[in-house]
């Protein structure tokens, strides 16, 4: 299996029976991976439920699949959300990208001082949109059984106000590996844009200042780093 199909009609998939594929994701393996009758996939609802089985029937528009395996997870605990800063060019959205991959629960787009590209109210829907296409293409990528949520975009202000926060900052002293996590609940990552966290978001964001290494990483590479980390403590990994 290559990859994942999105179904949200999965709820009374049993071992033995048969779920149907249909729409764009229908489409989508049939003429660009160009399933064949025979061929084993993988479907899910995005919210922990995946099928998988040896596809029996392809049509125009639709294709169907005998179930062999139908695995349910639950939502990881904690959970672990990027508040990623918008960046020029692709940079956050390389970041949303692999902080899917890495099992992220979450997204938040921040508007930080320091962030060049900006989202008004005309962009806001369109760059949210933008960031969820992109978590449910890694999603079914890396076969995830839960689809990132994407918020809308946040002030630092209202980041302040979300509990558990680890904000990524090269000249913290205290080192992400030896940070107290919590249990439960959420864990939120703050990376800042290219310039850096201004010291007076700083102060606004509250939460634990915490560093990677030696090393100023990217705004793109510093959240899936430090997901990275967290998934190996949290036993993950």
């Known amino acids: 299996m290559a990859s994942l199909y999105l179904s949200s009609a999965l709820e009374s998939a049993v071992v033995g029976g048969v779920v149907v594929l249909m729409g764009e994701n229908a489409k989508h393996a ?3 991976a160009r399933t064949r009758v025979g061929e084993r996939l993988a479907i899910g609802n995005g919210r922990g439920l995946v099928v998988s089985g040896e596809v029996s029937a392809v049509e125009p528009g639709q294709l169907s699949l005998v179930v062999e395996t139908v695995r349910s997870e639950d ?6 959300w990027l508040v990623q800063a918008l960046a020029k060019g692709d940079r956050d959205e390389l970041a949303v990208q692999a902080a899917t991959e890495l099992g992220a629960s979450g997204v938040i787009p921040w508007s930080a001082s320091r962030s060049v590209t900006r989202w008004d109210a005309a962009k806001a829907e369109k760059g949210r949109s933008r960031w969820e296409a992109i978590v449910r293409e890694a999603s079914k990528q890396s076969i995830r059984a839960w ?3 994407v918020e809308s975009v946040a002030m630092a202000a209202a980041i302040g106000r979300l509990g558990a926060v680890l904000v990524l ?3 913290a002293d205290t080192r992400l590996s030896d940070v107290v996590l919590p249990e439960t609940g959420r864990i939120h990552l ?17 939460g634990t200042r915490v560093r990677l290494g030696a090393e100023v990483l990217r705004t793109s590479t510093a959240g899936p780093a430090a997901l990275a980390v967290l998934n190996a403590r949290l036993g993950r990994w």
């Open 30 to 32: 049939i003429t660009v």
């Open 75 to 80: 939502r990881p605990s904690p959970e672990l």
């Open 147 to 149: 689809v990132p949520d």
């Open 169 to 171: 900052d090269p000249t």
């Open 190 to 206: 703050v990376v800042g844009p290219e310039g850096g966290i201004d010291e007076k978001e700083i102060a606004v964001l509250g």
